[in-house]
């Protein structure tokens, strides 16, 4: 590759001018005249060759996991070699450092306060060490979706089972699409003892974006903590966690953001440090301390270099890209007469996912897993949906990849 680097394409992309140009350039991504991985192919936004994706693949699985861009991985590497070779010298004296200057990194990204950032193991970790930093107490409720993803829930389901915490749960229907609805119910259902609002910020089953916004100051109006599980949004959406007005935004830097594997960021915002102390904050409000224990230093540097990837081609580019893609995606999808949309239409409820129903003459995850063996077709089943297929378009897919992988699906259900 690399005749073309993060800074060039920062020039590149500020040349081209920001949304309206942006949305201009997404809807005509590469159409695949050149092969992905030929020198100085253009996959998407990205150039074919800053992924190791194995050639030919159509990976639309950003949603489960993302690939890390080669200069993650090498500093990913590099961090690691360097450790190596003087590890009490490096993890001690020369990580932290470097650690705390991702920590500000990343605040920086999600738009939050440096010292409101904690940076986590992934999504997962940071839900448990809310929920269990809590103080909550037998009958206190706390309100969440049926469409949240286990990592997202488990945390309250474990709160349930061993203080008697009480879990309402409030529907929002695959294929509803309607916000009002979602406030409405939530609304109805907050009681007197309702202590915490967890919700996701894209749900993964759909994509559909939940009024983040409303949903907190909801919480808010009712003395209740918002706790807003944005595993799906960072890196593939403009998070801007301050606008959002949630108390805790927690998140992870494997999918979107195309970090390291296990890497995550918790935002706890200042006015929210009270009633959420965690412990990894008790010994200071540093990245990494003798305290908090060793951290996984290649790791969180990579996410840094993931943070550095994204900026290069802007997040609000990268966004446009994303959701220009995904509605080209949504009406190649209307033409197959087998399966049921339930994902939001092009508008403000879509994100950068597409989940279609798939008839009940065809189980998802053999589909999935046939796409996957027969045709390097990576798209995630969801069978809870019920019978969900999940398609996920990030900056480094292209039109080719949709269209490859409708019509894999199409042979499927034929
Ligand atoms: C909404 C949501 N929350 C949490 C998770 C778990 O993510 P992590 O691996 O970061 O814990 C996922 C994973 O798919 C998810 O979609």
């Known amino acids: 590759m690399a005749d073309f680097t993060p800074l060039d394409r920062r020039w590149f992309l500020a040349l081209m001018g920001a949304l309206p140009a942006a949305r201009a350039l997404a809807c005509?991504?590469?159409?695949?005249?050149?092969?992905?991985?030929?020198?100085?192919?253009?996959s998407g936004l990205a150039m074919a060759d800053d992924l190791l994706l194995a050639p030919g693949l159509v990976y639309l699985q950003t949603g489960s996991v993302g690939p890390s861009p080669r200069p993650v991985m090498e500093r990913t590497v590099a961090a690691w070699k360097e450790l190596e070779q003087n590890p009490t010298r490096y993890a001690y004296r020369l990580g932290p450092p470097a650690l705390e200057d991702v920590r500000t990194k990343a605040a920086a990204f999600l738009r939050c306060a440096d010292d409101e950032l904690v940076l986590t193991r992934n999504t997962t970790d940071g839900m448990n060490a809310v929920a269990c930093g809590l103080d909550l107490?037998?009958?206190?409720?706390?309100?969440?979706?049926?469409?949240e993803h286990g990592g997202g829930r488990h945390c309250w389901d474990y709160l349930a089972s061993r203080r008697g915490i009480v879990l309402d749960i409030v529907s929002v229907p695959p294929g509803e699409n309607?916000?009002?609805?979602?406030?409405?119910r939530f609304r109805r259902a907050i009681t007197p003892?309702?202590?915490v609002l967890s919700f996701s910020h894209?749900?993964?089953?759909?994509?559909l974006r939940m009024p983040v916004v409303e949903l907190s100051a909801m919480a808010a109006a009712h003395g209740c903590l918002s706790v807003v599980d944005g595993a799906q949004a960072a890196g593939g959406v403009d998070v801007n966690v301050t606008a959002l007005g949630c108390d805790v935004y927690v998140t992870t830097g494997h999918k979107w953001m195309l970090g390291p594997k296990g890497t995550g960021m918790l935002c706890l915002r200042e006015g929210a440090r009270d009633r959420v102390p965690l412990i990894a904050e008790q010994a200071g409000r540093k990245a990494q301390s003798d305290s908090t224990g060793l951290t996984n230093i290649p790791s969180v540097l990579g996410l840094g270099a993931a943070i550095d990837y994204l900026r290069a081609f802007g997040i609000v580019q990268i966004?446009?890209?994303?959701?220009?893609?995904?509605?080209?995606?949504?009406?190649?999808?209307?033409?197959?007469?087998?399966v049921r949309l339930v994902s939001p239409p092009p508008g403000p409820l879509a994100s950068p996912q597409v989940t279609v129903q798939l008839p009940d003459s065809v189980k998802c995850r053999d589909v999935a897993q046939r796409l996957s063996e027969k045709d390097q077709i990576m798209l995630r089943a969801i069978p809870d949906l019920p019978n969900g297929l999940r398609f996920s378009t990030h900056l480094f897919n292209s039109i080719n990849d949709v269209e490859r992988a409708v019509q894999g699906l199409r042979t499927e259900l034929t």
Do not use: K, M, S
Request: proline share 6%; glycine share 10%; net charge negative.
């Open 193 to 195: 003892r309702t202590r």
């Open 202 to 207: 894209l749900l993964y089953t759909t994509g």
């Open 28 to 42: 005509n991504v590469d159409t695949g005249v050149r092969p992905p991985g030929q020198p100085g192919a253009r």
């Open 137 to 147: 107490a037998a009958g206190d409720r706390v309100l969440t979706t049926d469409q």
């Open 319 to 338: 966004e446009a890209h994303n959701l220009a893609l995904r509605d080209q995606l949504f009406q190649i999808l209307q033409g197959v007469p087998q």
């Open 178 to 184: 309607d916000a009002q609805a979602i406030l409405d």
